[in-house]
């Protein structure tokens, strides 16, 4: 199978390199062609658009930042939809809004193509170790095809329902994993505004109901004040913009979610985009005017 | 070592039985004399008032309801002042203020006594099975003569700090599980109004960062509209107003906690506080008019 690969980011670099060392033909497109090099050291084909990369492929993986790029890739003037051959799979990998995902994948179908949303959870270390979730949305023939390839980049894979239930699904991700940030971040300012060692309480809470991921590996480095990503604070805020896109499309009310996102509005709004998430401690700081610290 | 158990309601109960049975002489007392009964029916003795435990043991243990409650029981008229004899140890296993807890740790140190906060989590079970989670504040040395009685009825006992670091770390406790309770229900609000199945995006979610105890247990809980406690809405209500006094007191700003008390305020304003507290899901739903299905 010849598989095509668009966004060689962070993500997308070490993620291609998977399928690559898997033993598939790999052709390549990325903006910056400096990003193709790792690549084509081990052995893939560079392309000089995305439309060079759906002439020679089956399945093309598109691993880009935002709904507009998706967009672009597939619907632009050097884009997929002008070489793509009949049925063929164009897989999404970016976290991207859930209706314009429904819509891309009717075009394709117009075209007698397929697509699946397939975002992922994990970061660069996830990527880079094979290790990612990734959540797929599109028809169950179209996943069982692709599934050997997702097997190379992740791990815990799971079939969601159709056409953008992966992307509904990386939004709900998001959501739980800001707000419980946001509500680690406040029981530390309520235990060191007390006095109380925030490690102890953290040691506590790890034991009961309370206990969570999150509270082990962010809670962790939240007290180490270890604010590199990880997961940047502005990805996180355009994933909360596409929540909010979501929630004001379908009518619906989400009051934590909504608070999470003001919290990284303000975070990229001082700059502070490139700090992880987690950096929502800072903000709920200086809102009490309290220092979360180890040796309370 | 005579040991004392004032307060033996749904936790105090099997609380002080798993006491019993690790071999002490226990003296029990309950506003409610028929709670006494399976007690006196092991071998514990039935006492008429706090006051009357007090002068019969060396170690007071108090489960009961509010802050009103632990204030009656050491300082009423029939309560544990009265007679308590010097060097004595007072437990109190309630969920109340931590402020307050330190007044009375004060007052029982003015009378030559000592005193530990211990709540705990893990619920009814938890208390039969004698797998609590017990998160201790008071003098080291007192801890450590209290900890065999600990380890009959809990797993993981954490020393916090200072009287009132126990009150502290249960109230963070309570911060985190319910904004996480809040949140997972806004991640089945948002797949369920996309037409995405709320089971499918659970099972994903685990595999990763939003991974939690809660989402293990009430999340599931969650999508079976099983609405049985588990932990009463009343007693959430309440431990959240202990949190929200305490953010008065202290100065500082707790938005996400404070969300979910309101949502606390309006289950128990329904009628509804008798209902586990995952039935925050009921109000997002009524908000947002969407039922959270599991065939969706």
């Not at 399928?19 to 052995?43: E, F, Q």
């Not at 991700?173 to 680690?184: F, H, K, P, S, W």
């Not at 971040?185 to 060692?197: H, M, R």
């Not at 004040?225 to 499309?249: C, Q, T, W, Y």
Request: include cysteine; glycine fraction near 10%; charged fraction near 20%.
């Amino acid at each position: 199978m010849k598989i095509g690969f668009i966004g060689l980011g962070i993500m997308g670099q070490p993620m291609a390199l998977n399928i690559l060392n898997s033993g598939h033909s790999v052709w390549v497109y990325a903006r910056r062609p400096a990003m193709m090099k790792p690549l084509t050291d081990a052995g893939a084909t560079a392309c000089s658009s995305s439309t060079e990369v759906a002439a020679n492929t089956d399945i093309i993986f598109i691993c880009v930042s935002d709904t507009q790029d998706v967009e672009k890739v597939i619907l632009g003037e050097e884009g997929i939809l002008k070489s793509i051959k009949k049925d063929s799979v164009v897989v999404d990998m970016s976290t991207i809004s859930p209706s314009a995902t429904r819509a891309l994948a009717k075009t394709l179908s117009d075209n007698e193509c397929h697509m699946l949303d397939a975002p992922v959870s994990g970061g660069e270390q996830g990527a880079i170790d094979g290790a990612l979730s990734i959540m797929v949305g599109g028809e169950e023939e179209i996943f069982n095809r692709v599934l050997p390839l997702f097997n190379a980049m992740g791990k815990n894979i799971v079939h969601i329902g159709d056409n953008g239930a992966g992307q509904v699904t990386k939004a709900c991700n998001q959501v739980l994993i800001g707000q419980t940030i946001a509500a680690i971040g406040e029981a530390y300012i309520l235990a060191s505004a007390s006095g109380v060692d925030p490690v102890k309480v953290r040691q506590a809470l790890l034991g009961g109901f309370a206990g969570s991921r999150a509270l082990e590996s962010h809670g962790q480095r939240m007290l180490d004040r270890n604010f590199k990503p990880g997961f940047k604070s502005s990805l996180h805020h355009k994933d909360m913009r596409i929540v909010m896109e979501a929630a004001h499309e379908l009518g619906i009310a989400l009051p934590g979610a909504s608070q999470v996102t003001q919290y990284l509005n303000a975070i990229v709004g001082q700059g502070k985009g490139e700090n992880d998430s987690i950096s929502i401690l800072e903000l709920q700081e200086l809102l009490s005017g309290i220092t979360v610290k180890k040796d309370n």
